[in-house]
Protein backbone atom coordinates (compact mmCIF):
# COMPACT_ATOMS: atom_id res chain seq x y z
CA UNK A 1 0.00 0.00 0.00
CA UNK A 2 0.95 3.33 -0.55
CA UNK A 3 0.06 7.05 0.74
CA UNK A 4 0.48 9.97 -2.03
CA UNK A 5 1.68 13.83 -0.78
CA UNK A 6 0.35 16.68 0.55
CA UNK A 7 -2.35 18.85 -1.65
CA UNK A 8 -0.30 20.85 -4.34
CA UNK A 9 -0.21 23.96 -2.64
CA UNK A 10 1.56 22.28 0.51
CA UNK A 11 -1.58 23.36 2.88
CA UNK A 12 -2.93 19.84 3.39
CA UNK A 13 -3.09 16.21 3.10
CA UNK A 14 -5.44 14.19 0.34
CA UNK A 15 -8.17 11.54 1.17
CA UNK A 16 -6.73 8.49 3.04
CA UNK A 17 -3.25 9.92 3.80
CA UNK A 18 -2.01 9.42 7.73
CA UNK A 19 -1.69 12.74 8.57
CA UNK A 20 -1.95 13.00 12.21
CA UNK A 21 -1.01 10.81 14.84
CA UNK A 22 -1.58 11.24 19.04
CA UNK A 23 -1.30 9.14 21.55
CA UNK A 24 -4.42 8.20 24.63
CA UNK A 25 -1.87 8.14 28.60
CA UNK A 26 -2.95 8.11 31.83
CA UNK A 27 -0.07 10.33 32.40
CA UNK A 28 0.46 13.08 29.60
CA UNK A 29 3.36 14.75 31.64
CA UNK A 30 4.86 11.55 31.74
CA UNK A 31 4.74 11.30 28.34
CA UNK A 32 6.15 14.34 27.59
CA UNK A 33 8.73 13.30 29.54
CA UNK A 34 9.46 10.05 27.71
CA UNK A 35 9.03 10.72 24.23
CA UNK A 36 10.70 14.70 24.76
CA UNK A 37 13.90 12.70 25.81
CA UNK A 38 13.56 9.66 22.93
CA UNK A 39 12.61 12.45 20.17
CA UNK A 40 14.11 15.14 21.54
CA UNK A 41 10.26 16.70 21.05
CA UNK A 42 8.82 19.80 22.93
CA UNK A 43 5.34 20.39 24.17
CA UNK A 44 2.84 22.93 23.71
CA UNK A 45 -0.67 23.44 24.77
CA UNK A 46 -3.51 22.73 22.30
CA UNK A 47 -7.09 23.12 22.25
CA UNK A 48 -9.40 20.08 24.14
CA UNK A 49 -6.98 19.66 27.00
CA UNK A 50 -4.11 17.89 24.88
CA UNK A 51 -0.60 18.96 23.99
CA UNK A 52 1.04 19.08 20.65
CA UNK A 53 4.63 17.71 20.40
CA UNK A 54 6.84 19.87 18.51
CA UNK A 55 10.17 18.64 15.88
CA UNK A 56 12.41 21.63 15.46
CA UNK A 57 9.18 23.49 16.15
CA UNK A 58 7.24 21.84 13.97
CA UNK A 59 3.89 19.86 15.04
CA UNK A 60 4.37 16.28 14.97
CA UNK A 61 2.25 14.28 17.28
CA UNK A 62 -0.37 14.79 20.10
CA UNK A 63 -0.36 13.32 23.73
CA UNK A 64 -3.75 13.24 25.04
CA UNK A 65 -4.78 12.09 28.88
CA UNK A 66 -7.44 8.92 29.05
CA UNK A 67 -10.80 9.95 29.79
CA UNK A 68 -11.84 6.46 30.58
CA UNK A 69 -9.71 4.26 32.49
CA UNK A 70 -10.98 1.40 31.08
CA UNK A 71 -9.68 2.24 27.03
CA UNK A 72 -6.65 1.27 26.13
CA UNK A 73 -3.15 3.07 25.66
CA UNK A 74 -2.39 3.83 22.57
CA UNK A 75 -1.33 5.30 19.72
CA UNK A 76 -3.78 5.86 16.44
CA UNK A 77 -3.47 7.01 13.24
CA UNK A 78 -5.58 9.52 11.54
CA UNK A 79 -6.36 9.63 8.04
CA UNK A 80 -6.89 12.56 6.35
CA UNK A 81 -10.73 13.75 4.47
CA UNK A 82 -12.59 16.58 3.05
CA UNK A 83 -15.74 14.92 3.87
CA UNK A 84 -15.76 13.37 7.22
CA UNK A 85 -19.18 12.29 7.08
CA UNK A 86 -19.42 10.72 3.97
CA UNK A 87 -15.80 8.81 4.96
CA UNK A 88 -17.60 7.42 8.35
CA UNK A 89 -20.87 6.49 6.06
CA UNK A 90 -18.80 4.37 3.54
CA UNK A 91 -16.58 2.92 6.25
CA UNK A 92 -20.29 1.49 7.41
CA UNK A 93 -21.40 0.35 4.09
CA UNK A 94 -17.91 -1.18 3.41
CA UNK A 95 -18.49 -3.48 6.77
CA UNK A 96 -16.81 -1.52 9.12
CA UNK A 97 -17.78 0.30 12.54
CA UNK A 98 -17.67 3.94 13.62
CA UNK A 99 -16.63 3.93 17.20
CA UNK A 100 -17.13 7.63 17.65
CA UNK A 101 -19.42 9.68 15.27
CA UNK A 102 -17.36 12.48 13.64
CA UNK A 103 -17.20 15.93 16.19
CA UNK A 104 -15.87 19.26 15.89
CA UNK A 105 -12.27 19.61 17.86
CA UNK A 106 -12.39 23.55 18.54
CA UNK A 107 -11.82 25.12 15.38
CA UNK A 108 -8.60 22.54 14.70
CA UNK A 109 -11.10 20.25 12.31
CA UNK A 110 -13.07 17.11 12.94
CA UNK A 111 -12.42 13.75 13.38
CA UNK A 112 -13.73 10.20 14.15
CA UNK A 113 -12.79 6.95 15.49
CA UNK A 114 -13.80 3.65 13.62
CA UNK A 115 -12.54 0.40 12.82
CA UNK A 116 -12.41 -1.95 9.53
CA UNK A 117 -14.19 -4.89 9.26
CA UNK A 118 -11.57 -7.11 11.34
CA UNK A 119 -11.67 -4.19 14.26
CA UNK A 120 -8.75 -2.40 13.75
CA UNK A 121 -9.45 1.05 14.65
CA UNK A 122 -7.90 4.06 13.15
CA UNK A 123 -9.14 7.79 13.36
CA UNK A 124 -10.48 10.16 10.52
CA UNK A 125 -9.44 13.93 10.56
CA UNK A 126 -11.63 16.45 8.74
CA UNK A 127 -8.96 20.19 8.91
CA UNK A 128 -9.62 22.92 10.02
CA UNK A 129 -7.43 25.14 11.22
CA UNK A 130 -4.74 22.20 12.08
CA UNK A 131 -3.47 20.35 8.65
CA UNK A 132 -1.73 17.70 10.22
CA UNK A 133 2.03 17.11 10.58
CA UNK A 134 3.71 20.24 9.87
CA UNK A 135 6.99 17.75 9.79
CA UNK A 136 7.34 14.01 8.66
CA UNK A 137 9.83 11.59 7.41
CA UNK A 138 12.75 12.55 9.19
CA UNK A 139 14.17 11.67 12.74
CA UNK A 140 11.93 12.48 15.61
CA UNK A 141 8.42 11.99 13.35
CA UNK A 142 5.87 9.79 12.19
CA UNK A 143 7.40 7.55 9.04
CA UNK A 144 4.80 5.25 8.33
CA UNK A 145 1.78 3.10 9.42
CA UNK A 146 1.18 -0.61 9.28
CA UNK A 147 -1.71 -2.74 9.71
CA UNK A 148 -1.22 -5.76 11.20
CA UNK A 149 -4.28 -7.95 9.48
CA UNK A 150 -5.60 -11.58 10.38
CA UNK A 151 -6.83 -10.99 6.11
CA UNK A 152 -4.81 -9.10 4.43
CA UNK A 153 -6.46 -9.60 0.95
CA UNK A 154 -9.98 -8.14 2.78
CA UNK A 155 -8.03 -5.63 3.87
CA UNK A 156 -6.61 -4.31 0.40
CA UNK A 157 -10.17 -4.26 -0.89
CA UNK A 158 -11.48 -2.38 2.11
CA UNK A 159 -8.83 0.42 2.39
CA UNK A 160 -8.21 -0.13 -1.44
CA UNK A 161 -12.12 1.25 -2.49
CA UNK A 162 -11.90 3.93 0.57
CA UNK A 163 -8.65 5.36 -0.21
CA UNK A 164 -7.92 4.42 -3.89
CA UNK A 165 -6.50 7.43 -5.05
CA UNK A 166 -4.33 7.85 -1.72
CA UNK A 167 -2.82 3.85 -2.61
CA UNK A 168 -2.54 3.78 -6.02
CA UNK A 169 -2.58 7.08 -7.55
CA UNK A 170 -0.13 8.31 -9.99
CA UNK A 171 1.74 10.48 -6.81
CA UNK A 172 1.61 7.72 -4.46
CA UNK A 173 4.48 7.14 -2.08
CA UNK A 174 4.52 4.36 0.62
CA UNK A 175 3.74 5.58 3.82
CA UNK A 176 1.00 2.71 4.59
CA UNK A 177 1.64 -0.95 4.46
CA UNK A 178 -0.15 -4.36 6.00
CA UNK A 179 1.00 -7.59 6.90
CA UNK A 180 -0.39 -10.88 8.62
CA UNK A 181 -0.33 -10.69 12.74
CA UNK A 182 1.69 -13.39 13.02
CA UNK A 183 4.52 -11.90 10.93
CA UNK A 184 5.70 -10.09 14.14
CA UNK A 185 3.36 -10.28 16.43
CA UNK A 186 1.42 -13.96 18.68
CA UNK A 187 -1.79 -15.00 16.20
CA UNK A 188 -4.25 -14.20 18.97
CA UNK A 189 -3.15 -10.55 18.77
CA UNK A 190 -6.02 -8.36 17.31
CA UNK A 191 -5.66 -7.00 14.12
CA UNK A 192 -4.00 -3.35 14.43
CA UNK A 193 -2.42 -0.30 13.44
CA UNK A 194 1.26 0.13 14.36
CA UNK A 195 2.62 3.86 14.29
CA UNK A 196 6.48 3.90 13.39
CA UNK A 197 8.55 6.82 14.56
CA UNK A 198 11.55 7.33 12.07
CA UNK A 199 15.13 7.42 13.88
CA UNK A 200 18.99 7.35 12.74
CA UNK A 201 19.81 4.13 14.30
CA UNK A 202 16.86 1.16 15.27
CA UNK A 203 19.23 -0.87 17.66
CA UNK A 204 20.73 2.47 19.42
CA UNK A 205 17.42 3.71 20.58
CA UNK A 206 16.48 0.51 22.59
CA UNK A 207 18.86 1.56 24.92
CA UNK A 208 17.06 4.62 25.41
CA UNK A 209 13.46 3.06 25.70
CA UNK A 210 14.46 0.95 28.41
CA UNK A 211 16.69 3.26 30.17
CA UNK A 212 13.37 5.59 30.08
CA UNK A 213 10.85 2.69 31.47
CA UNK A 214 9.91 1.31 28.11
CA UNK A 215 10.15 -2.48 26.53
CA UNK A 216 11.24 -4.15 23.54
CA UNK A 217 8.46 -6.22 22.09
CA UNK A 218 9.86 -7.17 18.88
CA UNK A 219 14.03 -6.95 18.38
CA UNK A 220 14.67 -5.32 15.32
CA UNK A 221 14.12 -6.75 11.78
CA UNK A 222 14.12 -6.42 8.00
CA UNK A 223 11.42 -5.03 6.05
CA UNK A 224 10.99 -3.74 2.58
CA UNK A 225 10.83 -0.04 4.10
CA UNK A 226 13.40 -0.24 6.75
CA UNK A 227 14.91 -1.65 9.68
CA UNK A 228 11.92 -1.81 12.58
CA UNK A 229 11.87 -2.34 16.11
CA UNK A 230 8.60 -2.78 18.03
CA UNK A 231 8.64 -1.03 20.98
CA UNK A 232 6.11 0.04 24.27
CA UNK A 233 6.36 3.10 26.28
CA UNK A 234 6.96 3.42 30.12
CA UNK A 235 2.70 3.24 30.32
CA UNK A 236 1.98 0.45 27.34
CA UNK A 237 1.55 2.27 24.23
CA UNK A 238 2.99 0.07 21.86
CA UNK A 239 5.18 1.77 18.41
CA UNK A 240 7.16 1.17 16.06
CA UNK A 241 10.98 2.82 15.30
CA UNK A 242 12.00 2.81 12.09
CA UNK A 243 15.50 3.24 10.64
CA UNK A 244 14.40 4.20 6.71
CA UNK A 245 16.52 2.74 4.19
CA UNK A 246 16.92 4.69 0.68
CA UNK A 247 13.93 5.16 -1.34
Excluded at 37 to 45: A, I, K, M, S, V
Aim: overall charge negative; charged content about 20%; some cysteine.
Amino acid sequence: MAENRASADGTGYGEGVPCWVDAQLPDVAAGQRFYGELFGWTFEEAPGGSVWALHDGEPVAGLARKTDGRMPTVWTVYFATPDIEGLADRIWAAGGQVVTAPVPVAELGMSALVTDPEGAVFALWEPGSHQGFGARHRPGTFAWAELYARDTEAANTFYGGLFHDALFGPDAHPDFGRAPVADVFPAEMPPHFLVHFQVEDCEAVLGTVGRLGGRVQAPPFETSYGKVAVVTDNQGASFAVLERTER
